[in-house]
């Protein structure tokens, strides 16, 4: 399985979608991270820390070959980052 951050809301609320992004730009192998986890994307030559808002909620399965699409928002650099949250 893998996943592909296709949209980025950066903090200016800008949103970067799949038509800037390169194919193979944030597009990972392994498992998606869950609505509310942590990531580090990359977008516009930097990389910064971003919370997935969208695309992988607990629960839900997806097949091994599947790639999950995955919508993110831009989180304050400077800000602590809170830890991904993983239901128990």
């Known amino acids: 399985m893998g996943y592909w ?14 038509r800037e992004l390169r194919v193979d730009e944030n597009r990972f192998e392994g498992p ?5 986890d942590v990531v580090e994307v990359e977008c516009r030559g930097r990389k ?5 808002i969208w695309g992988n909620w607990p629960g839900r399965h ?7 699409p995955l919508r993110v928002a ?3 650099a400077s800000a602590p980052t809170p830890p991904a949250h993983r239901p128990a």
């Open 5 to 18: 951050i296709k949209r980025i809301v950066l903090q200016t609320g800008e949103i970067v979608t799949e």
């Open 32 to 36: 998606a991270p869950l609505v509310g």
């Open 48 to 52: 910064f820390p971003a919370k997935v």
């Open 62 to 68: 997806h097949p091994d070959e599947a790639i999950v």
């Open 74 to 76: 831009e989180l304050d």
